[in-house]
C-alpha cells in the first residue's frame, strides 16, 4: 500500500510538471506569432517603390514642361501650312478635226506660297496630272526647291499636247464647248511640303491639288471661276 500511494504522488508531480512546460510553449508561440505580425505590418516601403515614384513625377513634369514650350513656340511662331495654287492660266491652242484628233497647248501658272514669317519650307515630289474627259495630256513636274519665309515661287508650264484620240463622246462634247464658248481640263497631284518651326523640329504635309481648269476657247482666257488651291494632310 505504501508503494501505491508513492507512485500515485509522482504521477501528480509528473502532471503538474507536463502543465507547466505546456504553458511555457504555448506563451513561447503566441509571442513568437505577435512579433511575426509586428513585423508584416512594420509600415518600412521597399526602396524600388520609392524610386518608382519619382521617375513617374519626372516624366509627368517632363511632359507638362514639353507641352508648355510646345504651346508657347506655337502661339509665337503661329506657323502656316505652305500651299500650292494655280494664280494664272491660257488656253493657247485647241484644235480638233473630223478625225477625232484633239491638239491643244496651255501655259500654267502654279505658285508655291510659304506664308510663315519665321520658318523657311521646302516643296519636294511635285507631280501633277493635266487631262481632258479622263485622256491624259500632260505630266507636269519640278526639281525640289526651298521658299524662304513669307514668301513664294513660281512654276511656269507650257503644256503641248500631241494628238489625242477622242471617243465619238468625248468628240461631241468638244463640239459643245465650242458652241457655249467653256472647255474645262483637270489637273490633279500633289508636292510634299517641309518646314521648321523653330526649336520644335520639321513638320511634313502632303499638299493635294485636284481642281478643274476652265477656258473660253474662242479667245483662250483663263476663267477663274473658283479657287485652285492644294489642301494639306
Excluded at 22 to 37: D, F, S
Excluded at 50 to 77: D, E, N, R, S
Excluded at 105 to 126: E, M, P, W, Y
Excluded at 146 to 159: A, I
Amino acid at each position: 500500500m505504501p508503494s501505491s500511494h508513492r507512485d500515485h504522488g509522482q504521477a501528480a508531480e509528473y502532471q503538474n510538471q507536463n502543465q507547466h512546460q505546456n504553458q511555457h510553449q504555448h506563451q513561447h508561440q503566441h509571442q513568437h506569432r505577435r512579433k511575426l505580425v509586428n513585423t508584416h505590418h512594420s509600415g518600412n516601403t521597399h526602396p524600388l517603390i520609392w524610386l518608382a515614384a519619382i521617375l513617374c513625377t519626372i516624366i509627368a513634369i517632363g511632359v507638362v514642361v514639353a507641352g508648355i514650350v510646345v504651346f508657347v513656340g506655337y502661339m509665337v511662331i503661329h506657323p502656316r501650312i505652305p500651299v500650292i495654287s494655280v494664280t494664272k492660266a491660257h488656253l493657247d491652242l485647241l484644235s480638233n478635226d473630223y478625225a477625232g484628233l484633239l491638239q491643244t497647248q496651255l501655259t500654267i501658272i502654279v505658285v508655291a506660297q510659304n506664308g510663315n514669317a519665321r520658318a523657311h519650307s521646302t516643296f519636294s515630289d511635285i507631280n501633277f496630272n493635266l487631262s481632258y474627259q479622263g485622256q491624259p495630256i500632260a505630266r507636269m513636274i519640278a526639281e525640289p526647291f526651298d521658299v524662304p519665309k513669307n514668301s513664294s515661287k513660281t512654276l511656269n508650264y507650257v503644256v503641248r499636247s500631241a494628238s489625242i484620240p477622242l471617243t465619238p463622246d468625248q468628240m461631241e462634247e468638244v463640239d459643245e464647248s465650242w458652241k457655249r464658248d467653256v472647255i474645262g481640263f483637270d489637273l490633279k497631284g500633289s508636292a510634299r511640303t517641309r518646314w521648321r518651326v523653330g526649336a520644335l523640329g520639321s513638320v511634313k504635309f502632303w499638299s493635294n491639288l485636284e481642281c478643274e481648269l476652265k477656258f473660253r476657247p474662242s479667245n483662250g482666257s483663263y476663267i477663274k471661276h473658283s479657287r485652285c488651291t492644294s489642301e494639306s494632310k
